[in-house]
C-alpha cells in the first residue's frame, strides 16, 4: 500500500506527495501529457527533441544538470507515444534544488539557438545509433506504419525520419512549449525521505507563481476498425528471420485491457508459459517469441513476435501461433494456469513499486490515468478475471482481419 | 509574464553538503556448506533477493562457452523436477531464478516474496545439488547463441568492445578470448556436468536481501547442499596485452563509428584506485562529465560518450566508449583527447571540483540505498578482498582530494600515447 497526499494549485498543478522514511532519498518526477502522438504528422519526433531541449537551460538558469549534480542528484527523462516523463533523484536534504530547476523549466525556456543546434545533431546520432545502425532497428517504423494508417499511433517517438528532425525551428520549439508545458498539463510527484507538510510550502513557492496557460484539448483522429488482413515482407541485412504479428486491441482504460494483458501473461509471461513452451522448447520452430501488449492510451496493439529457427519454414511458423490462438479462442485457461498468471501479476506489482524511482513514476502514471491510487488498487482488475472472459476477448482479438503481419526476412 | 517579487529563481537555494553518508555494514550469521553468508535487512516491501555465489564463472573453463551453458542449463531440470515443472513452481509463486556467469564468478538469485520463500527454496536446493542438464535444453541454448553471436557481430559498438577486450588481455586470456559459433558446435554435455562438479560443488557465498531476512536465513538453514571444498584463492592470469594500440575494422554500411579507447587500468585494491576514480568522473563519468559536455553537449558528436573503470579478479581497466556519425569520427577523436591532454595539462578548477564531489557524494547515497543495492555494492567489495570500510576510504578521498593530486594521477595513467585505440565503422 502507497500511502500519498494529493493537492492542487490554483494554476492547474497536481502534486502527490508520497513520504518513504526508510531512504534518504528524494525522486521529483514530471509527467508532462504530451506524447509523439500530439505531434503533427510532417513534425515527427519532435515530442522527444523537445525533451532533450527541456535540459538546455530555462528562463532564469543556464544549465538545468549542473546545479542537480552540485546538489548530489542526477536527472533523465522519456518520451512515448503518450506522455513525456522528467526525473531527478538527489539527497532528500536538497529537494529544494530540484523544485527550483523543474518549477523553471515549467515557467519558461531559454529556447537558445545553440542548444537547439546541437540537440538536433544528439537526436540525429540517437536515431543513427539505435534505428539505423543496429540490427532490426527500424521494427517499429515499419510495424507501426502497417498497423494504423490514421492514428498518430503510426510513428515511433524517435520519428518518421531524420528530416523531421533536422527540420525543427525555434519557433515551433516556442509553440510547443506554449500549447502542452503548461502546469494543468502536468503531474508532480515527489517521493522519498521527506515530510508532506514542508514540501507543500517548497511546492507552493517554487511553482505557484507559475502561469496556468491555455489548457490543451486534444482531439486525435481515431483510428478505423481494420477490415482486412495487412501483410508486410521486408529483407534486410539481419542474421534471422523475424516473424511480427499484430492485433488491433482495445484502450488503457477498459476492462478488455486488463484480459488482453493477462492473455499474452498466459501464452508469454514466464518459462512456464505456453509459447516458450510448446513452440520454442516444444517444436523447435522459435528460438525466441513473445507476446505483450503495448499499453497505450488509445486503441493499442496486440503482439506477438518471434525469430525463427534454423532452417524454419515461415508457413510452419505462422501455423503454429495461429493454433496456439486458437486454443486460446476455443478453451478456457484452467484454473490452476489462470491462478498462476495471477500470482505472477500480484507479485510483479510488488517488485515495481521496490524502486523509490519506480513508485514516484507509478503515482504519476496512475493520476494520469485517473486517479493515483489506482497504484494500490490496480492488481484487483487482473484478480477478478475469468477464464470465460480471457476466451471471449481472444476471439475479438485473434482474428486475421484485425492483424497486421509482418515477415522480417534475413537476406544472409 | 507574471513577475515574482518575492523570489528570486536565479539564485540556486541553499545546499547541503553530505560529507559523510551513512555507511551500512554486513550482518554475517552461519550458514552450514557456505563460504560466509550476508543478511541486508530492509526496503518497504515484502520481497527477499537470496543470491548464491560461486567460483564457477568464465576464469573456470576449460572450453569456451562451458561456464555461460552451465549457468544457463541449470534451471532446466533437477532429478525431480522437469524443466516445465521447475517453471511451473516458480511462476505459481510469482518467484524468478536468475541464473549467470561472468568473468569471475556464476551465481543463482532468487527473486519472491518474502512470504513465499518455503514455496520455492527446494527448487534451489535441486538445481544446486542435483541439475539434469538435458541434451535437448543445451540444444536450444547452442541454436540462441549462435544466434546472439550472429547478432552481435552485425553491431559496430559490439566488435569495437570485443576487440579492445582482445587487446587489452590478449586472444588467450579468458577475458580476451573471442566466442564463436564453432564454439558452441563444439560443446558436450559432459563439458557442462564437468564444470558443474567441479566448480559448483565449492561452498558458495550467500547473500540475503529484503524483508524479513532472519526468517529466510532459518529457511535457508534446512537447505542440503552438496557443496563441500573450501573456496580457493583464485590463481591469477596477468593480462597479455597486444603490441599494436591503434585498431581499425570497416563495417561498409556503418552509418557511425564505434570508438574505444582504453587500457589496463587498477582495479579496487590499488591505492590509486579511488582517486583515480575521481578524476574518471571527471573525464567521463557523469553527465556533466568534460568528455559528454564537449563531445556531446557542445559539438553533437554522439548520443552518449563515457569514461568506466571495470574491477576483475586478473586486472582493472579503463574504458573510454561512444558511437559517432561517420563523418565526425576523427573530430571526435580529436576532441576526446583533447580532454585528456586538459586534464594532464591543467588544474582543475576548484568549482568544478567541488561539484563532482557533492555528485559523487549523492552516488554514493543513492548507490546503498535499498537492502538489494546494499548487498550488490558489498558483494563488489568482499569478492575482491575488501569490506565496506572502502567506502569510509572512498568518501575522505572525495572530501579531501586537491587538484594537483588529481592533474598527477592524469600524468601518470592517462598518457594518450598509452591507449589502446579501436575503431569500428565506415
Given amino acids: ?42 513534425k515527427t519526433g519532435f515530442a522527444h527533441l523537445f525533451e532533450h531541449l527541456m535540459f538546455g537551460g530555462s528562463i532564469n538558469v543556464e544549465d538545468f544538470d549542473a546545479p542537480l549534480q552540485r546538489a548530489g542528484g542526477e536527472s533523465n527523462a522519456f518520451t512515448s507515444n503518450d506522455i513525456t516523463n522528467y526525473y531527478d533523484t538527489l539527497p532528500a536534504a536538497n529537494i529544494e534544488t530540484a523544485l527550483w530547476l523543474e518549477s523553471d523549466r515549467m515557467m519558461s525556456l531559454a529556447f537558445s539557438e545553440q542548444s537547439l543546434a546541437v540537440q538536433k545533431k544528439v537526436v540525429c546520432e540517437e536515431y543513427r545509433e539505435n534505428y539505423i545502425n543496429k540490427p532490426y532497428g527500424d521494427v517499429w517504423h515499419k510495424l507501426r506504419n502497417l498497423a494504423y494508417t490514421t492514428h498518430a499511433y503510426r510513428w515511433p517517438t524517435i520519428g518518421k525520419n531524420l528530416s523531421h528532425i533536422e527540420d525543427a525551428t525555434l519557433d515551433y520549439v516556442k509553440h510547443f512549449f506554449k500549447k502542452h508545458y503548461n502546469p494543468s498539463n502536468a503531474i508532480l510527484v515527489i517521493a522519498g525521505g521527506v515530510k508532506t507538510s514542508s514540501v507543500k510550502v517548497l511546492v507552493e513557492k517554487w511553482f505557484a507563481s507559475i502561469p496556468s496557460g491555455e489548457r490543451y484539448i486534444r482531439s486525435l483522429v481515431r483510428e478505423p476498425q ?68 503495448l499499453g497505450s492510451d488509445d486503441a493499442g496493439l496486440f503482439v506477438v513476435e518471434g525469430k525463427l529457427g534454423e532452417n524454419v519454414k515461415m508457413q510452419d511458423a505462422e501455423d503454429a501461433i495461429a493454433e496456439e490462438l486458437n486454443i486460446v479462442k476455443n478453451e478456457l485457461v484452467k484454473e490452476q494456469e489462470l491462478q498462476k498468471v495471477k500470482n505472477k501479476t500480484e507479485s510483479s506489482f510488488v517488485f515495481s513499486n521496490s524502486k523509490l524511482l519506480y513508485k514516484a513514476m507509478n503515482l504519476a502514471i496512475y493520476e494520469r490515468m485517473g486517479d493515483a491510487n489506482i497504484v494500490n488498487n490496480e492488481v484487483d482488475q487482473y484478480l477478478k478475471i475469468t477464464a470465460e472472459d480471457l476466451r471471449k476477448e481472444a476471439n475479438l482479438l485473434f482474428d486475421e482481419n484485425n492483424c497486421s503481419t509482418m515477415h522480417y526476412l534475413s537476406k544472409n | 509574464m507574471i513577475t515574482d517579487t518575492t523570489l528570486n529563481r536565479k539564485v540556486a537555494p541553499k545546499l547541503e ?70 517453471a511451473e513452481q516458480l511462476d505459481f509463486y510469482g518467484a524468478t531464478i536468475r541464473t549467470a556467469s561472468s568473468f569471475d564468478f556464476a551465481g543463482v538469485t532468487l527473486y519472491c516474496l518474502s512470504k513465499n520463500l518455503p514455496k520455492v527454496i527446494g527448487i534451489v536446493e535441486e538445481i544446486l545439488t542435483e541439475p539434469t542438464f538435458p541434451e535437448q535444453e543445451l540444444a536450444l541454448v547452442k541454436q540462441i547463441g549462435k544466434q546472439k553471436i550472429q547478432f552481435s557481430n552485425q553491431k559496430t559498438s559490439d566488435e569495437a568492445r570485443k576487440l579492445l577486450m582482445q587487446k587489452l588481455y590478449g586472444k588467450n586470456h579468458t577475458y580476451g578470448r573471442r566466442e564463436k559459433p564453432e564454439h558452441y558446435d563444439a560443446l558436450q554435455l559432459a563439458d557442462l556436468q564437468k564444470h558443474f562438479a567441479q566448480h559448483y560443488s565449492v561452498k558458495p557465498y550467500v547473500f540475503i536481501s529484503g524483508k524479513n531476512t532472519a526468517q529466510a536465513h532459518d529457511v535457508l538453514k534446512t537447505m542440503q547442499l552438496n557443496s563441500t571444498k573450501k573456496w580457493q584463492a583464485d590463481i591469477l592470469k596477468a593480462p597479455q596485452p597486444s603490441k599494436n594500440l591503434k585498431v581499425k575494422k570497416v563495417f561498409e554500411k556503418a552509418v557511425q563509428s564505434s570508438i574505444r579507447i582504453g587500457k589496463n587500468l587498477l582495479d579496487k585494491n590499488d591505492d590509486d584506485f579511488v582517486p583515480f576514480m575521481i578524476l574518471n568522473t571527471i573525464l567521463g563519468g557523469y553527465f556533466g562529465s568534460r568528455l559528454m559536455s564537449n563531445v556531446r553537449e557542445d559539438k553533437g558528436y554522439t548520443y552518449g560518450i563515457y569514461s568506466g573503470m571495470r574491477s576483475l579478479k586478473d586486472g582493472g581497466y579503463l574504458s573510454i566508449g561512444t558511437d559517432v556519425g561517420s563523418n565526425v569520427t576523427e573530430a571526435a577523436l580529436k576532441e576526446i583527447y583533447f580532454e585528456i591532454e586538459r586534464l594532464i595539462n591543467e588544474p582543475v578548477s576548484s568549482d568544478e571540483l567541488e561539484l563532482v564531489r557533492n555528485y559523487m557524494m549523492g552516488t554514493i547515497l543513492s548507490g546503498l540505498d535499498g537492502p538489494f543495492n546494499i548487498s550488490d555494492a558489498f558483494k563488489g567489495l568482499m569478492l575482491y578482498g575488501l569490506d565496506f570500510d572502502y567506502y569510509k576510504k572512498t568518501t575522505d578521498k572525495i572530501n579531501t582530494i586537491q587538484p594537483k593530486e588529481l592533474q598527477d594521477l592524469a600524468a601518470k595513467y592517462l598518457q594518450p600515447e598509452s591507449m589502446f585505440e579501436i575503431i569500428v565503422g565506415s
Fill in chain 2, 17 to 86: 553538503r553530505i560529507e559523510q553518508p551513512s555507511i551500512p555494514s554486513a550482518n554475517e550469521v552461519d550458514l552450514p556448506n557456505c563460504s560466509g553468508c550476508y543478511l541486508f535487512e530492509g526496503g518497504s516491501e515484502d520481497i527477499l533477493k537470496v543470491e548464491w555465489l560461486f567460483p564457477a564463472g568464465k576464469r573456470f573453463e576449460d572450453k569456451n562457452i562451458t561456464a555461460f551453458a552451465t549457468s544457463k542449463l541449470l534451471v532446466e531440470g533437477s532429478a525431480k523436477k522437469s524443466s516445465l515443472a521447475i
Fill in chain 1, 1 to 42: 500500500m502507497i500511502k500519498f497526499e494529493k493537492f492542487i494549485l490554483s494554476n492547474g498543478l497536481k502534486v502527490i506527495v508520497h513520504e518513504d522514511a526508510s531512504t534518504p532519498m528524494v525522486a521529483v518526477n514530471v509527467l508532462y501529457d504530451v506524447g509523439a502522438k500530439d505531434e503533427e504528422s510532417e
Fill in chain 1, 226 to 293: 481494420q477490415q482486412v488482413a495487412r501483410f508486410l515482407e521486408v529483407s534486410a541485412d539481419v542474421p534471422t528471420t523475424c516473424l511480427f504479428k499484430a492485433y488491433h486491441m482495445a484502450e488503457r482504460n477498459s476492462n478488455r485491457f486488463y484480459y488482453a494483458d493477462t492473455l499474452s501473461d498466459v501464452l508469454s509471461n514466464g518459462s512456464s508459459a505456453r509459447l516458450y513452451q510448446n513452440l520454442v522448447k516444444g517444436k523447435n520452430l522459435f528460438t525466441d517469441l513473445d507476446a505483450y501488449v
